[in-house]
């Protein structure tokens, strides 16, 4: 398995307060990403980072920011958790923009 | 706007029995697509990848996909289903282009019946 950890598992929070994420990588892959998964949609692209202090926006960015000071580690944060952010966040990494994804544990996030 | 559609939020199969998952995608140059696996409370695993090497790309578990570019698809198939694999099970789509990511379907429930 790729070595990728993600912290918390599981966190459960009150609206407005923020909210840090983390995603810890030992394979020195140049992309990660930060997803949401919800029922019915699928996977969702929040933001990806194409090496350090390099970040994009994804498909549902609005609420979220990230950080990447180093390869091993990104960061996703909420500013101000709202309830449509209660969800389960997946971080995965790849080699290269078209290579395989591999996918972190998961965190249940849920925002009262 | 790339996009990857799967046909059926769930297909159910008898155990031994043929499983066909279906995954279409828009493109208008060569993609690269993929099949993931989730099981309950996990996150997800790579079943096999298309990368235009075959058309035919075999993959974990005894899965297989094919390539068919005629029709846009990409169908998850595997002969005999065993209980193990009841899953949700995703296809996704990219493109060596522009800022191209990675473009998920909404996921099928594979479910198995003994």
């Known amino acids: 398995d790729a070595g990728i950890t993600q912290s918390p598992r599981h966190k459960v929070t009150e609206t407005g307060t923020p909210v840090t994420l983390r995603c810890h990588q030992t394979?020195?892959?140049?992309?990660m990403y930060w997803y949401r998964q919800d029922p019915g949609h699928g996977l969702r692209l929040i933001h990806y980072s194409y090496g350090v202090k390099d970040t994009d926006k994804g498909e549902v960015s609005d609420g979220y920011s990230v950080s990447r000071s180093k390869t091993e580690d990104f960061l996703l944060t909420l500013e101000s958790a709202t309830s449509s952010q209660t969800s389960v966040y997946f971080c995965a990494i790849s080699a290269d923009r078209v290579s395989e994804q591999f996918f972190g544990p998961g965190t249940r996030l849920t925002v009262l | 706007a790339q996009s990857v559609t799967q046909l059926g939020s769930h297909v159910s199969v008898s155990e031994g029995a043929l499983v066909l998952l279906r995954c279409n995608y828009s493109?208008?140059?060569?993609?690269?697509l993929f099949w993931y696996v989730q099981y309950p409370n996990q996150g997800l695993q790579l079943l096999l990848k298309y990368t235009s090497a075959a058309t035919l790309v075999k993959g974990i578990n005894g899965f297989e996909a094919e390539f068919k570019k005629s029709e846009t698809s990409f169908h998850l198939t595997k002969p005999s289903a065993h209980m193990s694999d009841a899953a949700e099970y995703f296809c996704a789509v990219t493109w060596n282009s522009g800022y191209s990511t990675l473009t998920f379907g909404k996921g099928t429930m594979l479910l198995v019946s003994p």
């Open positions: 493109s208008s140059v060569p993609p690269y």
């Open positions: 394979e020195n892959h140049r992309y």
